[in-house]
Every structure is written in structure tokens, then in C-alpha cells.
């Protein structure tokens, strides 16, 4: 079972990757491996640092999020380029982990999975993790401590909310709930996928 997860920032997506993997399915993060890109010794940082300049690196080397995530938000063009450089080098990983997976379901953690098309034909299933807009505000505040101007805008630049539950297989509607609830949501549903 090859299983897409998703979800827009706050929503709790990780916490239900990080549960499934607890029930036996092999996790590949695409926000891990992009991290690993782009911290001191990334393969992405080179091309970054031409395309972007010096100053899109941190002092120790790795990509300066906060910098970017600035440059981004003004400019949005440039979000297309830091994906080009970014993304395919994602994507080789990606396949190589899942080419070394063992487990009966292989959960690929994508935040822009619906954005991009090619994964849905990839993906045996697509869950979506799904939360109100305010609570995706103060969830990030609160993991963060971004300004609400800030976690809208990245709210913003994923794909929209209706977006995501339209090409949902299954929601997941972490709102309201507590955490063991919603580890016993995630428990029931995965019984369905070999877990």
C-alpha cells in the first residue's frame, strides 16, 4: 500500500505520520529529506547559493529559511525557482527509500502533494489531514511563534483547504480533538491499509 498523507501547516499531519510509522508502515518525509538538502553540506545548497546569492545562506552554511521564507512571500516567483532546484533532488530520495521499504504500507508524507500533480498516479490512497483555519493559526503560533501575518501567508501559498479535501481519499478532521483521540482515529483507519 503506498499511501499519500497531507495537510495544510497546523494541521497535524506529522503527528499522524509519526503515529502510522508507530503501527509498522515505513515513513519517507518529504520535509525531512528537503531539510536535509538544505542544511550545512545539502546537495540543493550549491545551486542555491548561484541562483539566489551568498545571502540566501545562513551563517553556518545551510539555506536561511527565515530569509527565504521572506524573499518568497514578497516575491512568489522565486518560490518556482527554489522548487526546481529543490524538488528533484526530494524526489531521487524519495524513490530510493521507497525502492528500500519493506513494510507493508509505505507512507509518503507530502505537504504539496496535491499541488503536484504526478504523485496522485504514484499513491495507492490519499488521506488528508484536515483543521479549521484558526486552529492551524494558533497551532503555529504556537509550535513557531510566527506573527499571524506570516502563518496566513504560508497558509495561503499551499493549496487551498477545499483543494486538498477534494482529492482526499479519506479525512482526517483533527479539530477539537485530543491527541489519544486522534491516535485512535489513525489507528482504526490504518487497519485498512495492512497496519
Wanted: aromatic share 4%; proline share 5%; net charge positive.
Amino acid at each position: 500500500m503506498r499511501l499519500g498523507l497531507t495537510g495544510g501547516i497546523g494541521s497535524g499531519k506529522s503527528t499522524v505520520a509519526r503515529t502510522l510509522q508507530n503501527l509498522g508502515a515505513a515513513l519517507i518525509d518529504a520535509d525531512a529529506i528537503a531539510r536535509a538538502c538544505t542544511e550545512p553540506g545539502g546537495n540543493a545548497l550549491p545551486a542555491i547559493a548561484q541562483r539566489f546569492g551568498r545571502d540566501a545562506l545562513a551563517a553556518d552554511g545551510s539555506l536561511d529559511r527565515t530569509r527565504m521564507r521572506s524573499r518568497i512571500f514578497e516575491q512568489p516567483e522565486l518560490r518556482q525557482a527554489l522548487e526546481s532546484i529543490v524538488h528533484p533532488l526530494v524526489a531521487d530520495e524519495i524513490r530510493r527509500q521507497a525502492a528500500a521499504a519493506v513494510e507493508p504500507c509505505i507512507v509518503f508524507d507530502i505537504p504539496l502533494l496535491v499541488e503536484s500533480p504526478r504523485w496522485r498516479t504514484q499513491l495507492d490512497r490519499v488521506v488528508v489531514v484536515d483543521c479549521l483555519p484558526a486552529t492551524q493559526i494558533a497551532r503555529v503560533q504556537a509550535r513557531n511563534g510566527w506573527a499571524t501575518e506570516t502563518i496566513e501567508a504560508a497558509i495561503r501559498s499551499q493549496c487551498p483547504r477545499t483543494g486538498r479535501l477534494a482529492a482526499a481519499d479519506a479525512v482526517i478532521f483533527n479539530d477539537g480533538i485530543r491527541l489519544d483521540q486522534l491516535q485512535q482515529i489513525v489507528t482504526r483507519m490504518a487497519c485498512g491499509f495492512g497496519l
